[in-house]
């Protein structure tokens, strides 16, 4: 198989003109039901992906190609799976591997149409819900629609990493071998993160070896959530892993140059990805979770938490807000190092560390353990997952628009990820029963905070949209 994939990257090399042809193909094959299970569609999509970054074939058209790609193999295993599942399922991979089928109706049982979407991201049996959706007879109109949305979701977070490696790759750095070992070394920290992620949060279920060790080692009995009983080890991990590595960052931002070669690449990759039609919608994205939006959401949120009767969340958002900008704000004061030159000033922000970053991975991951917490432990990492989406989409938005180093954009979430954890330590021993709501709660919630959205864009994106422009 190892050959064949050399042999097929070496001819898309060759032939850049059929890249986004490979790019649909791999994600329509990767997503078939039928062989997607076997195919190593993921390792095609990033290494077309990679040369697409490093040739001339634009970021929107890879995109695109892996949308209708990804929602043309859902589509046809769904298709498949309504008419023609009986003989299939007498057929190879399905009579060798029933399981797969047994696990994937038991995950549409449990999560329903959101299945579509979620599933897209679970690994073994991503490619067979399709095919399981329309065994169980789900309504093609809901079952398109949540495909078309994952399918959105979906193609960024497989082809961006290829992409902007391909593009570092080819970036003006002092040595073009520097821009392929770089390439591979952040590629190999991302799989390991990624990895590294799942074991511990596999590792610290309950009842686990791990999560008993480190509940005798750690001694946070005082910290016991009186609700669940759970002591609040994964937030104690969270804040010595992330106070590290900011600390290490910002050693080897102030104590050496190291970094410098890969945020001068980063810039100048984003700055020759920017197009006028992209980036009045990324400065909108950004301007969402920045100065007033920011505070309002916070507000919101705190001010939901309150009306429920859970007042310790509501102080630990606006106590952790409050403390996440102020540090942010005088770190980047003592710190002073600069931002990118020549930059659109846009934003009232620095380089090291964001401020609008750490804001809003506070913000989000905060609400998104408190969400986590009801929820069974074997379902958390859903919620984790789907916050790590818009932090993610939000330093990339900034790295786009030329208001960060990648390691100002780093710094910001490390903090706000400390501050996280900093509030769950503090929140677990108030974490009581709370009562219920009304889901029209809920929507209420929603309808402000999107009243908010739009009142503050209205006012600040037309001015931060022309000194965009002028920049």
Known sequence: ??????????WLGQNPQWLAGAIALAAFVESLALVGVVV???????AAASLAGGS?????????????????????SFLLGRHAHEPLLRRWPFRQHPGWLDRGERFIRRYGIPSVVIGRFVGPIRP??????GMLNMPPHRFFSANLLSALLWAPVYILPGYLLGRLAGSELSDPRNGGMLNLALLAVVVLGLGLMYGVHHWLRPSGPGEAQLRNRLGLDLLKSPRSGEQPIASGLLLVVSLTGLVLLILTLRHS????????AFYLVFQSLRNDALSPWVLGFTLAFSGWCLIGMTLLA???????????????????????????LGARWLLDIQPPEPIAVILDDLAFPGVQAAGSTFLIVLLATFYAQQRPYHQRWISYGLAALPVLALGLARLYLGLNWISGVLGGILLGLCLVALARLGYSPLDRPKRRWRSSTGWLAAGLALSWLVICLSLELPPALASLQQG
């Open 257 to 264: 140059s190291l970094l410098t070669p890969l945020d001068h």
């Open 40 to 46: 190593p569609g993921v390792a095609i999509l990033y």
């Open 56 to 76: 001339e074939v634009g970021l929107g058209t890879c995109l695109l190609a892996a949308v209708a790609g990804a929602a043309g193999g859902d589509g046809l």
């Open 1 to 10: 198989m190892t050959e064949y994939l050399t042999t097929l990257t070496t």
């Open 302 to 328: 705190a001010a939901f938490f309150w009306w429920r009767g859970d007042r310790p969340a509501a102080l630990c958002l606006l106590l952790g807000q409050l403390a996440t900008l102020a540090v942010a």
């Open 128 to 133: 067979v819900l399709p095919f399981v959706a």
